[in-house]
């Protein structure tokens, strides 16, 4: 990648990701042109390619960037430094609706990216996941009070049962358009509730 796509105003930088985003979201990466991408832009393709060699190089930066933008906002929130599982994941919650509202198409993308099937660009995308998802899980881990929970709970399944359960119903808020944040904010607040009921040790 060109280092001069870092040398850009924040507003050009964010004009092509959120391009780059929108497009991918939308297609394959093999049905995915770059002259669409630099469209939304409102640049050239010539230009775009001065910023990233190909396409390959556009589609695993795009998916770093998720990567990235997703721990730093949940560090940020504060997600890794709380005792209470549950007080962790709802700082995750918001944290998650804030990227959503700075990158509307950014969601579908990740999700779209997991299930990418291309040789191109499928194992770097499998082994970037994994890398991430077992960070963002020890971050978690090193701060979890055990006695919290119900004895004998297997608390790594736990954790991944509700990582699934949260990051499919995400899924399913994309896939119908427009995402209604506060019936998101709503859902996940009954979501909780329900876990804690069957995970927290009863006083």
């Excluded at 391009?19 to 770059?34: D, E, I, L, T």
């Excluded at 119900?150 to 808020?173: H, K, N, Q, T």
């Amino acid at each position: 990648m060109n280092e001069r796509f870092f040398s850009l105003p924040e507003e050009k930088r964010q004009a092509i990701i959120n391009a780059g985003y929108r497009v991918f979201s939308q297609n394959s990466y093999r049905h995915s042109p770059m002259s669409e991408i630099a469209a939304e832009a409102g640049i050239s393709k010539g230009l775009l390619f001065h910023y990233f060699r190909n396409k390959r190089e556009l589609y695993l930066f795009m998916w770093d960037q998720c990567a990235q933008m997703t721990i730093q906002v949940l560090t940020r929130y504060g997600c890794y430094q709380q005792d209470g599982l549950f007080e962790s994941i709802e700082r995750g919650i918001r944290a998650k609706m804030e990227l959503i509202r700075l990158y509307p198409d950014m969601a579908n993308f990740t999700i779209k990216a997991f299930y990418e099937k291309d040789a191109d660009v499928c194992a770097a995308i499998q082994e970037s996941y994994h890398r991430y998802f077992n960070f963002k899980a020890d971050q978690v881990r090193v701060n979890m009070d055990p006695t919290q929970f119900v004895p004998g709970l297997d608390i790594s399944m736990m954790y991944r049962d509700m990582y699934w359960a949260s990051e499919g119903y995400l899924w399913e808020m994309v896939q119908r358009g427009e995402v209604d944040m506060e019936r998101m904010e709503r859902d996940f607040t009954r979501l909780l509730a329900f876990w804690k009921s069957i995970y927290l040790r009863k006083e």
